[in-house]
């Protein structure tokens, strides 16, 4: 499988990227951190290189970098940038996530991991 953007989710990277500091536009790193109520939180965050170990997916131009102890937790992700009266945000349609805490910070997968 793998993990993708939307439209909205790549202008977004590319406005925020910019240009990385080699110069070339900088990798999305996605993945998942022990968290909140439900289990996992969410990360992003930019990268200027591959780490060993990253699963290296492309959408909509963009590379998105996913460490090997995310990626089961992640596989699938749509990742889509909405904005909704005046806050905008990225939102993760994770078809590995069972179930989230109330607040949203946080979810758990139906597989323990």
Same mark, same amino acid.
């Given at each position: 499988?793998a993990?993708?953007l /939307?439209a909205?989710? =790549?202008?977004?990277?590319? *406005? ?8 070339? @536009?900088a990798? @999305?790193? %996605?993945?998942?951190?022990? $968290?909140?109520c439900?289990? %996992? &939180?969410?990360?992003? *965050? #930019?990268?200027?290189? =591959?780490?060993?170990?990253? $699963?290296? #997916? /492309?959408s909509?131009?963009? *590379?998105?970098l996913?460490?090997?102890? $995310? @990626?089961?937790?992640?596989?699938g /992700?749509?990742?889509? #940038?909405?904005? /909704?009266g @005046?806050?905008a945000?990225f939102?993760?349609d ?7 805490? &109330?607040?949203?910070? $946080? #979810?758990?997968t139906?597989?323990?991991?």
């Open positions: 499988m993990v993708t /939307t909205a989710a =790549a202008a977004r990277v590319r *406005e925020y990227a910019g240009g990385g500091k080699g110069g070339g @536009l990798k @999305l790193r %996605f993945g998942v951190r022990k $968290s909140g439900s289990g %996992f &939180g969410y990360v992003v *965050e #930019f990268a200027d290189r =591959a780490a060993d170990g990253d $699963s290296v #997916f /492309t909509r131009g963009v *590379e998105v996913v460490d090997r102890d $995310s @990626l089961a937790v992640v596989d /992700t749509t990742i889509d #940038f909405r904005t /909704t @005046l806050g945000m939102h993760f994770n078809p590995n996530a069972a179930a989230a805490c &109330g607040c949203g910070e $946080s #979810f758990t139906a597989e323990p991991q």
